[in-house]
């Protein structure tokens, strides 16, 4: 990201303000940023007696106030960090009297994760004139593949398209997860590698053929043999395939198939923008489209719904997750 880039360039350079506050639902960057400043705002020797960290749930806004307020020892600055500061949600707004006048000497990070700070409120505008306001947003799924792409090539590293998908489709859009598997994908590959779907197999464990990227396409390509295969291998090894996750991203693709049929304009270019996939998926709605009339995927779409029940144990309580996917398959294709 742009603006983060921004930060630790500003950082760098010498340009340090008094307040970062880090705030969103993305993890990720806030870690990062944080960590950054952790590392190179003060020297090594400096951090023992000018560095410290608070966390939300054992601290009120008083208590970082008056850390916050302290002089630094033998240093031109302190840092003080503030981890879990969505704990302090309730009395968040109490921090905008610092934030008005900040003690010049003080590096105040606000680790406030998985919540936004509310923009009509004094603190948002306060911290935005007189600090570093970061909102870290969650990536939609199409926008995942293309940051695996920009973050290996800056390590000297790139991946296939087809690895970058499974990736994505096994771990969701947590960039913190994706980047703790990268690292050991780059731990076990030398540099200037390409990541492939083999590659992802033997170091952490996804199937390369019997995945539910792999199961989704069979499906929407009516592939019965394969479809009954993929469900197979999930019912052999139910924890790397959670039945409540398969079903998630299958009820995910149908109703954006659902979406698909009612769209005037079918161009690839439309269809990936209008569902917000990459346009290497498109393809596989419009294969699915011919084989799932609107009638039939809303069909399919309340299985679904009733199979998310089920699995929950809502009506099928002596039914296992095995069986439940077969008789998915069943009522599907």
Known sequence: MDEVKQIVTDIKNGSIKPLYFLYGEESYYIDKITEFIEKNV???EERGFNQMVLYGKDVTIDDIVSNAKRYPMMAERQVVVVKEAQHLSRTIEQLT???????PT?????????KKLDKRKKLHKVVKKMGVLFESKKLYENQVGDWLRRVLKSSGYSISHKAAILLVEFLGTDLSKISNELEKLKLALPKESEITPVDIEEHIGISKDYNNFELKKAIGERN???????????????KDNPFILTVTLLNSFFT???QYHGLNDHSPK???????????FVSEFQTAAKNYPMKKVSKIVSYLREMDLK???????NISHQD??????????
């Open 324 to 333: 439940l996917l077969k008789e998915l398959i069943a009522k599907v294709i």
């Open 270 to 280: 439309n269809v990936a923008s209008a569902l917000r996939i990459s346009p290497y």
């Open 42 to 44: 003060l020297s090594e």
């Open 224 to 238: 019965v043999v394969k479809a009954t295969k993929i469900i197979n291998y999930f019912s052999e090894n139910p």
């Open 97 to 103: 009297a610092y934030a008005e006048n900040p003690q």
């Open 256 to 258: 954006q198939l659902l």
């Open 311 to 317: 699995g929950k144990g809502v009506g099928a309580s």
């Open 106 to 114: 003080t590096v105040l990070v606000i680790c406030y994760k998985y």
